[in-house]
C-alpha cells in the first residue's frame, strides 16, 4: 500500500478508520507524511480526548523540574493547604502525585460523578469532595478521566500560574506550538457539542468556571502537534536542540509502573502514558475515538492522529503499525 492507497483505503472506509481527520508522522526529525480528511487541514484542531492526560503528564514533569512539584510522592494536600476536608475522611491525606499519575488514586463513587463535577463552579475542588475514601489506598488501577482535574490544580497551586498559561510558556511555545486559549463556555449544551462537533475546533482547551484546563480531556491539537510532542518524547525531553523537560522524568515516565488488565488490552503503564508491548519501545499517549500520540523508538518515528467522535476506537497502535508505517 502506497501513500495515495493509504488516503483511499481511508475515505472509503466504514469501519473504525471512517472518522480520522488527520495522520501527520516525523521520523528521523524530518516529515514522513501528512494527509487529512473530512475536510480537515493539517493545522486544524481537534478535542484529542485523553491525549489531554499524556500532556498533563509532560506538564508535571516540567514543574518537577522546575522545584515547584517536591517530586512525584509529595502529598496531593500539600497544594490544597485551605481545602476542608470531609469529617471522616483521612485516606485523602496519603495520596501523592504518583497516585493521579498511575491512576491508583482511590476515590468515593462507583462510576464518575461526570455531572455533579460539570456543572460546579469549581471543578477540581468538586473531584477533591471524592477522593480517598474507607478501603484507603489498595493500589489498584481505577481508570479516572476527572480524577486528572486534581493534577490541574496542583500544577496551579504550586506555580501560581494558570495551567493553561504555565503549558503554553514552557511547552507549546518552546515546541513552536501555537499558543492555546481558553475555550470559555462551559455550559451543559456545550459541552455536548465539544464532544460531538466533527468540524475543525480553534487552538483551545476546554475548562471550567475558573478558567481552570480540563485535565483529563479538551484539548485540542492538530496531528502535526500531537507529533512534535511524539518528537520530543523520542528525543529525551531536547526539542530542536533546547531541554524542554528533563530525561531522568520522562524515562521515569515511560517506565512501566502498572500492568493493565483485559478491559484495557493488557498494556504497560506509566505516567498518564502506555506501553502497548512488553519487549518493544512503542509508547503512546491515548485517547477516545482514536486520538493517539504514538512513539516508536526502534525506528525513531512518533505519529500523531485525530478523529471525530466515535466512541470505543482501541486499535489506533494496530492501525499505525499495520497500515501507515510501511508507507512511510
Request: with cysteine; aromatic share 12%; glycine share 8%.
Amino acid at each position: 500500500m502506497n501513500k495515495e492507497q493509504l488516503h483511499n483505503f481511508i475515505l472509503q472506509s466504514t469501519g473504525n478508520e471512517s472518522n480520522i481527520c488527520q495522520i501527520y508522522a516525523i521520523k528521523d526529525g524530518k516529515t514522513a507524511f501528512d494527509d487529512c480528511w473530512h475536510g480537515f487541514k493539517t493545522e486544524d484542531a481537534m478535542n484529542v480526548n485523553s491525549v489531554t492526560k499524556g500532556i498533563m503528564a509532560l506538564l508535571a514533569g516540567i514543574a518537577m523540574d522546575m522545584g515547584y512539584i517536591k517530586n512525584v510522592d509529595q502529598k496531593v494536600m500539600d497544594f490544597f493547604p485551605d481545602y476542608t476536608v470531609k469529617r471522616g475522611e483521612k485516606t485523602i491525606y496519603e495520596v501523592t502525585v504518583r497516585h493521579l499519575l498511575t491512576m491508583t488514586a482511590p476515590y468515593k463513587y462507583k462510576s464518575e460523578p461526570w455531572t455533579k463535577v460539570c456543572t460546579s463552579n469549581d471543578w477540581t475542588l468538586t473531584v477533591l469532595d471524592f477522593l480517598g475514601g474507607r478501603k484507603g489506598i489498595t493500589g489498584e488501577f481505577k481508570y479516572a478521566t476527572l480524577g486528572i482535574q486534581i493534577l490541574a490544580g496542583v500544577i496551579e497551586r504550586s506555580t501560581g500560574e494558570k495551567c493553561i498559561d504555565f503549558a503554553n510558556k514552557y511547552l507549546f511555545t518552546p515546541l513552536g506550538i501555537s499558543e492555546r486559549i481558553l475555550h470559555g463556555d462551559s455550559s451543559k449544551e456545550d459541552q455536548f457539542d465539544f464532544f460531538m462537533n466533527k468540524n475543525p475546533r480553534k487552538p483551545e482547551w476546554y475548562s471550567d468556571p475558573q478558567q481552570a484546563v480540563t485535565a483529563g480531556w479538551g484539548l485540542c491539537m492538530s496531528a502535526k502537534e500531537m507529533a512534535v510532542i511524539g518528537e520530543l518524547v523520542l528525543n529525551g525531553g531536547m526539542y530542536d536542540g533546547i531541554r524542554i523537560i528533563s530525561e531522568e522524568y520522562l524515562s521515569d515516565m515511560l517506565k512501566v509502573h502498572l500492568k493493565l488488565d483485559e478491559r484495557m488490552g493488557f498494556m504497560n503503564y506509566g505516567y498518564l502514558w502506555y506501553k502497548p508491548f512488553d519487549d518493544r519501545d512503542v509508547f503512546a499517549a491515548i485517547g477516545d475515538s482514536g486520538n493517539i500520540i504514538y512513539v516508536n523508538k526502534e525506528k525513531n518515528i512518533s505519529v500523531g492522529m485525530t478523529g471525530t467522535f466515535k466512541p470505543r476506537i482501541f486499535d489506533r497502535v494496530q492501525f499505525i503499525e499495520g497500515k501507515v508505517l510501511p508507507v512511510i
